[in-house]
């Protein structure tokens, strides 16, 4: 039985136990702002080294913030969790709330768990007085159609910051209702 909750301080490390095994064979580039897809081999195992830990960090820094923290557990176990911070970033005419998180674990995927999340993010979006989420996703193919399939549109300019620290991200909005 699936259990879901807000996720509270203590909850943080887990999230590092989610499980993100994916061979990704295919990815997405952004060429003069369309989305062009080519041929690439990547076999995630784990987080790449450190990646848990700065996440761990940012993530602590946005539940200070009073940002959105939703996990779905199986048991003890962190099987998926979505992340909304409580910045504003005004892009495109609109108010806008990162998306900073959101991660199905390898055994909890075709299961619908990353739509529900995403809608919990939407609808928290639009508590916040949010007209859009902001979200940063990695270029793998899988990722950025399960974006587009829910809505997600591209960024005619990313925000700088965000696009900064994720220069080869496909920076995606989410209008909300």
């Known amino acids: 039985m699936l259990v879901e909750r807000d996720l509270n301080e203590s909850d943080i490390p887990l999230l590092a136990l989610i499980d993100r095994t994916e061979l990704i064979d295919e990815?997405?580039?952004?060429?003069?702002?369309?989305?062009?897809l080519y041929a690439a081999h990547h076999d995630?195992?784990?987080?790449?080294?450190?990646?848990?830990?700065?996440?761990?960090l940012e993530l602590h820094g946005c539940w200070l913030r009073g940002g959105w923290l939703h996990g779905v557990f199986a048991g003890p176990t962190l099987l998926?969790?979505?992340v909304v911070d409580n910045r504003v970033i005004h892009n495109q005419g609109l108010r806008m709330h990162q998306l900073k998180f959101l991660h199905v674990s390898h055994?909890?995927?075709?299961?619908?768990l990353g739509g529900r999340l995403l809608a919990?993010?939407?609808?928290?979006?639009?508590?916040?007085?949010?007209q859009a989420l902001y979200i940063s996703a990695t270029e793998s193919r899988?990722?950025?159609?399960f974006?587009?399939?829910?809505?997600?549109r591209l960024l005619k300019q990313p925000d700088s910051e965000l696009y900064h620290r994720e220069p080869n991200d496909?920076?995606?909005y989410r209008l909300l209702p």
């Open 27 to 36: 990815c997405y580039r952004l060429e003069h702002g369309e989305l062009v």
């Open 44 to 56: 995630m195992r784990g987080w790449p080294e450190g990646e848990a830990e700065q996440d761990a």
């Open 80 to 82: 998926a969790a979505a």
């Open 107 to 112: 055994s909890g995927r075709g299961h619908g």
């Open 120 to 130: 919990l993010a939407c609808a928290h979006g639009v508590t916040l007085g949010a």
């Open 142 to 145: 899988n990722t950025v159609d």
């Open 147 to 152: 974006y587009l399939h829910h809505g997600c």
């Open 170 to 172: 496909i920076h995606l």
